[in-house]
C-alpha cells in the first residue's frame, strides 16, 4: 500500500469509527475532509514550530519522540478527556465516546413530528444499519448494545444482576424514568416485519434491513417513536430514547452509552 493509500484509509477511518454503522456517504465525505484539515494543521505545526519549543516539550514529556514531520503531543489521560468533554450530567465511555459527547451531546428528544405507536401497544424496530435493537411502550423503553460497542464503562453482571446467569446486554429507561442497564439472554427486541411488534410500521412506507435473524422494521434516521411520555429517536449517531416527565433517558451507539440524567 503506498502512503497515500495509507492516509485516505487513516482519514475514512477517523471519519466513520464513531458513525452508528450505516455509512452515509456525504457524513463519511464531511467527516474525511475534516479529519484531513486537522492532520493538515498538525503538519505546519510541527513545521512552524522553533527547536526551543521542540527542546522543551521533549524535555516535559521524555521518551515521547514526535514522528516525522509531526508535533510531540502529550498522551492525554482519561481524566483530563473527561474534565475537557463530560459535564456533569452526562456519563459516558472513554475513547470515542468523549469525541461523540463533546459534538453533541444528548437530550430527551422531543415529541413534535413523532409517531405515536400507543394504539398498537408499543413497538419494536431497528436502526437504519441494523446493528441497534430497540422496543418502545407507553412504561419503558429500551435498547440492545449493538456488535463492537464501546462497554469499557459498562458494569460487570455480578452489579447489575447478581447471582443469575445472565449478561449485561442492554439499557432500560423503566416506568419511573429511570435510565439504568439492565441483563438478559435475549435481545430487547426483535423487530420483525409482519408480527404484531412492528404493526405500527407496516403503513408508513419505511424500509426494512435484513439481519440474520430475518428482516427487521426499520425507524429511519430523523424519525422518532412515542409512547405516552417515551420517546425514541434514530439518528446516525445512535438511537436516543428518553422520557418527557423525568428528562431522563440514554443514547446507544457504538461509541457506548450515555446516559441523560
Not at 41 to 66: D, S
Not at 123 to 128: K, M
Not at 164 to 183: H, P, S
Request: aromatic share 6%; glycine share 10%; proline share 7%.
Amino acid at each position: 500500500m503506498n502512503e497515500i493509500e495509507e492516509r485516505l484509509r487513516g482519514d475514512l477511518f477517523a471519519a466513520t469509527h464513531d458513525l452508528e454503522g450505516d455509512l452515509a456517504p456525504d457524513a463519511v465525505l464531511n467527516a474525511a475532509h475534516r479529519a484531513r484539515r486537522v492532520r493538515t494543521m498538525q503538519r505546519l505545526a510541527g513545521v512552524a514550530g522553533t527547536a526551543v519549543v521542540a527542546a522543551a516539550v521533549l524535555l516535559a514529556f521524555p521518551g515521547h519522540l514526535p514522528g516525522s514531520g509531526g508535533s510531540v503531543v502529550p498522551p492525554p489521560t482519561a481524566g483530563d478527556a473527561a474534565s475537557r468533554t463530560a459535564p456533569t450530567s452526562v456519563r459516558i465511555s472513554p475513547g470515542i465516546a468523549e469525541n461523540a459527547a463533546s459534538r453533541k451531546r444528548p437530550e430527551v428528544p422531543a415529541t413534535s413530528g413523532a409517531l405515536d405507536v400507543d394504539r398498537f401497544g408499543g413497538a419494536q424496530f431497528s436502526s437504519p444499519s441494523g446493528r441497534i435493537w430497540c422496543a418502545i411502550g407507553a412504561d419503558s423503553a429500551a435498547c440492545g448494545f449493538p456488535d463492537g460497542m464501546d462497554t469499557t464503562l459498562v458494569p460487570k453482571a455480578k452489579e447489575v444482576c447478581p447471582g443469575q446467569a445472565m449478561k449485561v446486554i442492554m439499557v432500560v429507561l423503566d416506568a419511573k424514568g429511570r435510565a439504568e442497564y439492565a441483563c438478559g439472554t435475549a435481545p430487547a427486541a426483535t423487530p420483525l416485519v409482519d408480527t404484531d411488534s412492528t404493526a405500527w410500521w407496516s403503513d408508513t412506507g419505511y424500509p426494512s434491513v435484513a439481519t440474520q435473524s430475518g428482516a427487521f422494521a426499520v425507524l429511519p434516521y430523523g424519525k422518532k417513536l412515542v409512547a405516552g411520555s417515551f420517546v425514541c429517536f434514530s439518528e446516525n449517531t445512535g438511537v436516543t430514547c428518553g422520557n418527557t416527565d423525568s428528562e431522563k433517558g440514554f443514547k446507544v451507539s457504538r461509541a457506548g452509552v450515555l446516559f441523560i440524567n
